[in-house]
């Protein structure tokens, strides 16, 4: 384990005391891991975020609506799509696109076929995430 995720991850952690580190025996993955993680939860909602994900000013507004009518459900934010080189918002790629894993698990937007298209004109529509630019 690198120091970063040792003694300097847990004292930066202190500071913040609704951040708890779990941390489990052995390694576990990803899936195991956030088990564990659901398992300690005490609070009314559990929110997942990879690594790789943002989380920019009035995303969890929406998701925690949709649960509010709905305690049942499972949401999910529209997938926001970032230029590597500019590391601006990519317009048009949201929407009626989904991403997929080919058979090498390169990860790729496919346009949704008509019958999913369809599906989300209903309540299960995705929740478009407000981009800072437009506050």
Not at 15 to 36: F, N, S, W, Y
Not at 56 to 77: F, Q, S
Not at 95 to 103: A, P, T
Request: some cysteine; aromatic content about 8%.
């Amino acid at each position: 384990m690198g120091a970063h995720l040792g003694r300097q991850l847990e004292a930066y952690l202190q500071q913040l005391p609704k951040v708890h580190l779990i941390r489990a025996k052995t390694r576990q993955g990803l899936i195991r891991a956030r088990l564990i993680g659901a398992k300690r939860a005490t609070g009314d909602v559990l929110v997942f975020l990879d690594s790789h994900c943002e989380a920019n000013y009035g995303w969890l507004e929406p998701l925690l609506a949709r649960i509010a009518d709905d305690r049942t459900i499972v949401v999910t934010p529209d997938i926001e799509v970032v230029d590597l080189r500019t590391f601006s918002y990519a317009r048009g790629k949201g929407g009626y696109n989904r991403g997929i894993f080919n058979w090498e698990l390169t990860f790729k937007w496919r346009a949704l076929p008509d019958y999913e298209k369809q599906r989300r004109k209903s309540d299960a529509d995705p929740i478009r995430q407000v981009c800072p630019s437009e506050l």
